[in-house]
């Protein structure tokens, strides 16, 4: 079968740095993804790993191990901006998305 | 540039009664999605279109119904809303389905059926 998982809530201090993990299962991969969600708002893109390693974008880095099938979001000098879920998602062999429920990230001054 | 735009953001309804959900989006994608939100749950995939006159089911597809009779445009019917029906619903359009998979959402659509 097919499952993924994440935290439900973590807690950092702005200007730190925090690491969200999701770990999945699948028979079939085809890449995974987060996306960041603001209370209220609509999901936005944040990253794709379709090859193991780290892809780095400014502040966010997202990175993959298809072998462990697990991967991170790690988010440097916290802003209280980033205080949000994180979606993370993979696609599988039908190139549909199979999401996590979410990690709500609260930051403290 | 709009983007994907849902209407209405806000409902209320009575068990049994009907309505639509209209999702439209300006960036000539042809894929397009209908999901549903829950609290502790992942996005739900209800029902999805691959192109202007085709619609396939999701995961959650059991009291819905889509048509895609124009590409930018995608509803979402529900016949006889059920309680089980009050969620968040949240449209979506990519340009495909490859490697990129970057999905655009609009801002959801808050449903409660009483």
């Known amino acids: 079968g097919q499952n993924i998982d994440q935290p439900t809530e973590m807690t950092a201090t702005e200007g730190a740095i925090v690491q969200i993990n999701c770990t999945y299962q699948t028979s079939g991969f085809n890449g995974l993804f987060w996306y960041q969600q603001h209370a209220g708002e609509a999901p936005t893109f944040l990253s794709y790993n379709v090859l193991d390693g780290l892809e780095e974008k400014g502040r966010f880095s997202s990175f993959l191990s298809r072998s462990k099938g697990y991967s991170y979001l790690l988010l440097k000098e916290l802003q209280m901006k980033d205080s949000a879920s994180y979606l993370c998602a993979f696609q599988d062999s039908n190139y549909q998305l199979i999401w996590g429920a979410g990690t709500k990230l609260i930051i403290k001054p | 540039n709009a983007g994907v735009t849902q209407t209405p953001k806000f409902r209320v309804l009575k068990t049994g009664q009907s309505m639509t959900l209209l999702c439209a989006q300006d960036m000539n994608h042809e894929y397009m999605y209908w999901y549903r939100q829950d609290p502790g749950m992942g996005l739900r995939l209800i029902h999805y279109?691959?192109?202007?006159?085709?619609?396939a089911k999701g995961e959650v597809p059991d009291g819905y119904n889509v048509s895609r009779l124009k590409k930018q445009n995608f509803l979402l019917g529900l016949e006889s809303a059920a309680p089980s029906q009050t969620s968040v619903y949240f449209c979506?359009?990519?340009?495909?389905?490859?490697?990129?998979?970057?999905?655009?959402f609009g801002e959801g659509s808050r449903l409660t059926v009483l």
């Open positions: 979506a359009s990519s340009l495909g389905t490859s490697e990129i998979g970057e999905l655009f």
């Open positions: 279109s691959v192109g202007e006159g085709t619609t």
